[in-house]
T-cell receptor, first 115, second 110 residues
Framework: NAGVTQTPKFQVLKTGQSMTLQCAQD?????MSWYRQDPGMGLRLIHY???????DQGEVPNGYNVSRSTTEDFPLRLLSAAPSQTSVYFC??????????????FGSGTRLTVV | EDKVVQSPLSLVVHEGDTVTLNCSYE??????LLWYKQEKKAPTFLFML????IEKKSGRLSSILDKKELFSILNITATQTGDSAVYLC??????????FGQGTELSVKP
């Protein structure tokens, strides 16, 4: 089925460990983004990309890296996990700028706990 | 700094009531305003607004944008328990950025 696929759905990390959250879409969307959601704070933009080879920082980029080597994939890397990175992470993609048309399509989320 | 503010942050109503959710914004290079519904999982798309004064409707939900005063409202008439959710307002800006408000948690009691 077409859509945005995030893996894993759940993850527990120890402080200092690194890991990569995977995001893939099969809709040929140019625009992809990563968000974290914490209670009472809505979704905050971590990094975003307007196409393969192009990425930019959002509101809360510290501690995270991204790359966009293909149109389909947009992985998010945690370099050295900290308890403050415990959150739910969403990946989203859109066909056109600013989600015009049907808006951004979201993945099902990754619930990350750092102990 | 780009900012999207929603009010109220939470709301409790009874079935059949009408509710109005508010979203104000200060965002450079505004492109669109979007409303999403979130029920303990990924947000689902409701509306996208780009022009002032044009109401978008879907069943009991409707929304309108005022680009001069920089706000939008989401109305839900004849509320049902299935409307209970967090409603998110987001503004799309240049470069594909999507900036979210804090969300309004709506609880509809039977």
């Amino acid at each position: 089925n077409a859509g945005v696929t995030q893996t894993p759905k759940f993850q527990v990390l120890k402080t200092g460990q690194s890991m990569t959250l995977q995001c893939a879409q099969d809709m040929n969307h140019e625009y992809m983004s990563w968000y974290r959601q914490d209670p009472g704070m809505g979704l905050r933009l971590i990094h975003y990309s307007v196409g393969a080879g192009i990425t930019d920082q959002g509101e809360v980029p510290n501690g995270y890296n991204v790359s966009r080597s293909t149109t389909e994939d947009f992985p998010l890397r945690l370099l050295s996990a900290a308890p403050s990175q415990t959150s739910v992470y969403f990946c989203a993609s859109s066909y056109s700028i600013a989600g015009q048309g049907s808006g951004y399509t979201f993945g099902s989320g990754t619930r990350l706990t750092v102990v | 700094e780009d900012k999207v503010v929603q009010s109220p942050l939470s709301l409790v109503v009874h079935e059949g009531d009408t509710v109005t959710l508010n979203c104000s914004y200060e965002v450079t290079n505004f492109r669109s305003l979007l409303w999403y519904k979130q029920e303990k999982k990924a947000p689902t798309f409701l509306f996208m607004l780009t022009s002032s004064g044009i109401e978008k409707k879907s069943g009991r939900l409707s929304s309108i944008l005022d680009k001069k005063e920089l706000f939008s409202i989401l109305n839900i008439t004849a509320t049902q328990t299935g409307d209970s959710a967090v409603y998110l307002c987001a503004v799309g800006a240049h470069g594909g950025k999507l900036i979210f408000g804090q969300g309004t948690e709506l609880s509809v009691k039977p």
